[in-house]
């Protein structure tokens, strides 16, 4: 396991649980929702990676917001520290207890509370599943705002407080723009009914927006009212191959421009990441295995008029051939090549991991310049470890992912600081979607400026004096 918390001391302020509050959180929750089998307790004190691993001793599964407010009132007046989690899904250590947080999980908060059909507005607890969501609102004609890999597990709850971005951001945005109402139970057991369905409403400060990213830093989300869009009848995914960078960044351009509103995906992601999906995940295959090209793209246009968008992307795919932007490419002709041109790039991830260690990046930087890094952290670290360059281009995300069979300091001595100074350098962001929790939580200033960290951390000690919500993540120790 990663030795990230190393240099942190758990906090003596925080109390050390005991048996009066275990028979308290029976009292309120039932004997079955508050957990301390070890196997169960185990599991969630570990993350996706199996990278960041927590000792807490208890796991309570709260079924309403007023059991989320009982238990966040009682360990704020005992200095309890908790710890939020949805789908456990997080790639930076923000979901797992550090010590022995309770970790307050809201797997049993999966209820659809509404769908406005008129409107296409979702509302529902935090604890739904996306990919849950995703078939619900499918099936009355809608499609989520937001799609990731992690959708059969991670929650909505989980997504809004990591302001996921993932596959559909470049067509629908952030969910600072489609989320439109939340409700939060705060550090002293406060309900904060912000759950409104309105598209506008300029009242006062909009207090939503500061939990959606905050990574369960502020207080625990239980509702959430989506906008969902429209599901419109013609998709098409295409799967192409480019022989430099530079041939993707203006295919990226000619894209936006040919394809204009229909473009709903820009993937992209270097031969390191096909070779690996190849080795590792079962029943893919690559759809262009001629030759190995240096970068794959995943384009994907979706559209109301079947004949006219296949055409356009036919006609687009031949000019970027012509134009020499594109070595080869294909366009699915049914659902499961579809499937597989998406599992291929959905599952890089989970591919990854199967080599052992992940060192994981998530960098906002200027497409002009976002794989210079790649290239320059090869070779910075030769033949100690394999480099992926991979991620949302459309929206100027790169993934950088470094593997290597185990963690070990020497690697990553290797890697930082140097990933943090060169993107800070770029005036990049060093967490474009993932989140800071544990990882980056003493990294901040690489990207934020010291008195947006100061308002950030007056903020923290207003909304949770006794700083019992996810502690030592997400905001430097220092500042707190
Ligand atoms: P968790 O992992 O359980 O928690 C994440 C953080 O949110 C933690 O800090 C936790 O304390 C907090 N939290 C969770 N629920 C609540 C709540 N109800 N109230 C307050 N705080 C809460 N991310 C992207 O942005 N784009 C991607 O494309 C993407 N793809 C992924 C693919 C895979 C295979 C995996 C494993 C992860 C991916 N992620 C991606 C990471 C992403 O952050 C998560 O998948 C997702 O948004 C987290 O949801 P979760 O329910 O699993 O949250
Ligand atoms: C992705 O886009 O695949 C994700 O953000 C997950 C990851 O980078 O591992
Ligand atoms: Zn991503």
């Excluded at 002293?188 to 905050?214: A, E, P, W």
């Excluded at 006609?315 to 579809?338: K, P």
Aim: charged share 20%; glycine share 8%.
């Amino acid at each position: 396991f990663s030795s990230a918390a190393a240099h942190i001391q758990r906090n003596p302020a925080y109390s050390v649980l005991n048996s009066d509050d275990v028979s308290y959180f029976k009292s309120i929750l039932g004997d079955s929702s508050v957990v301390q089998d070890q196997d169960r307790v185990a599991v969630a004190n570990v993350d996706w990676m199996g990278k960041y691993k927590g000792a807490s001793q208890l796991l309570l599964l709260p079924k309403s917001t007023d059991e989320v407010s009982k238990i966040l009132s009682y360990c704020n007046s005992r200095r309890l520290a908790v710890v939020p989690q949805g789908g456990n899904t997080g790639l930076v250590g923000g979901s797992v207890p550090v010590y022995d947080e309770v970790i307050i999980s809201l797997v049993g908060m999966n209820k659809i509370v509404n769908f406005d059909n008129v409107n296409g507005i979702l509302t529902c607890e935090a604890g739904c599943v996306l990919e849950n969501l995703s078939s619900f609102v499918e099936n009355k004609g809608f499609i989520m705002p937001l799609d990731l890999g992690a959708k059969g597990s991670c929650h909505i709850g989980g997504n809004i407080s990591t302001n996921a971005g993932g596959l559909r951001f470049i067509r629908y945005g952030s969910l600072h723009g489609s989320v439109l109402g939340l409700e939060v139970v705060l550090a002293n057991g406060t309900v904060l009914d912000m759950l409104t369905t309105l598209r506008k409403d300029n009242t006062g400060y909009d207090l939503k927006h500061l939990f959606i990213g905050s990574e369960g830093s502020l207080g625990v989300v239980t509702k959430v009212a989506i906008l969902t869009p429209a599901k419109l009848p013609s998709s098409n995914v295409a799967f192409l191959s480019c022989n430099d960078y530079i041939s993707c960044q203006k295919l990226l351009l000619a894209a936006r421009r040919s394809l204009g509103e229909i473009l709903s995906a820009f993937e992209f992601m270097d031969r390191h990441c096909i070779d690996l999906a190849m080795k590792y995940l079962e029943g893919v295959h690559n759809p262009l295995p001629v030759s190995p090209y240096n970068f794959y793209v995943l384009i994907e246009t979706t559209g109301s008029d079947e004949s006219y968008d296949k055409a356009k992307l036919e006609a687009f795919l031949l000019r970027s051939l012509e134009d020499g932007l594109v070595a080869d490419g294909v366009i699915a002709q049914d659902i499961s090549q579809a499937s597989n041109f998406w599992r291929i790039r959905e599952g890089i991830s989970e591919a990854s991991v199967k080599v052992g260690a992940v060192y994981k990046y998530d960098l906002s930087i200027p497409v002009e310049k976002l794989y210079d890094i790649v290239e320059e952290m090869r070779s910075r670290v030769g033949d100690m470890g394999e480099v992926l360059g991979y991620g949302h281009l459309g929206d100027g995300n790169l993934h950088l992912n470094i593997l290597s069979a185990k963690y070990s300091d020497r690697m990553l001595e290797r890697i930082e600081p140097f990933v943090y100074e060169w993107t800070s350098k770029q005036r990049g962001s060093i967490s474009a979607e993932h989140g800071l929790g544990l990882m980056k939580a003493e990294k901040i200033h690489y990207s934020k400026s010291p008195e947006a960290v100061q308002l950030m951390a007056s903020i923290k000690k207003l909304l949770d004096p006794n700083s019992i919500l996810n502690p030592y993540k997400v905001l430097p120790q220092s500042v707190l």
